[in-house]
């Protein structure tokens, strides 16, 4: 089993949108989530993080862990053509450890 | 303010011959990282360095070396190529492993 699953869509919605992107992960050491969104040809920039279990909301943004299930979120809300990119996972134990990755949902948002 | 260079940027390799990807960080950072991305199948770990004198295997190793040379550089080494390891390679670093990681902008590898 890996040890963080993403689907890696596509997924297309129209502007205006609520974006629900979800990992499940297996390990329970992990207490920092990570999520890093990737536009086309670019390497990976951090979007936000949570500590343990929880919401946290950014802007149009909202992080959401539940450790009991091992499940991540990440809404986007009144989603914007802007918004279309790969959006990865990151789940990370903390201190130095490696840092690995999700499979990125591929979206796109049509004006 | 130049964050993580890699180089080259574009490769093509024939079977069977070597090649080492360049990364260098100007952030002082202590833990960098090889990332390997395949579409449809994200990043995956291929090498990473949490320290300066320390160098790890992550989920895909196989075919690949790793020299930390210093603080600021971290090579990766082809020793064989092989079409399987066509690929966008990423180079990150990040202050201590798992905090913000900061990426190059990749290298495009196509092993013909």
């Known amino acids: 089993q890996k040890e963080v699953e993403q689907d890696p869509g596509p997924l297309s919605v129209p502007e205006g949108a609520i974006v629900s992107l979800n990992c499940t992960y297996s390990n329970s050491a992990f207490q920092y989530f990570m999520w890093y969104r990737q536009y086309s040809r670019k390497g990976p920039e951090l979007l936000m993080y949570t500590y343990s279990s929880g919401n946290k909301e950014d802007g149009r943004f909202t992080a959401q862990v539940d450790k009991s299930s091992k499940y991540i979120s990440l809404f986007i809300r009144d989603s914007q053509p802007s918004d279309s990119a790969t959006y990865l996972c990151?789940?990370?134990?903390?201190?130095?450890?490696?840092?690995?990755f999700g499979a990125g949902t591929r979206l796109a948002v049509h004006p | 303010n130049a964050g993580v260079t890699q180089t080259p940027k574009f490769q093509v390799l024939k079977t069977g011959q070597s090649m080492t990807l360049q990364c260098a960080q100007d952030?002082?950072?202590?833990?960098m990282y090889w990332y390997r991305q395949d579409p449809g199948m994200g990043l995956r770990l291929i090498y990473y360095s949490a320290s300066e004198g320390t160098t790890d295997k992550g989920e895909v190793p196989n075919g690949y070396n790793v020299s930390r040379l210093n603080k600021r550089e971290f090579s990766l080494r082809l020793e064989s190529a092989a079409p399987s390891q066509t690929s966008v390679y990423f180079c990150?670093?990040?202050?201590?492993?798992?905090?913000?990681?900061?990426f190059g902008q990749g290298t495009r590898l196509t092993v013909v």
């Open positions: 990151a789940p990370w134990e903390g201190g130095y450890n490696k840092l690995i």
């Open positions: 990150a670093s990040s202050e201590a492993g798992g905090s913000e990681a900061f």
């Open positions: 952030m002082n950072h202590n833990s």
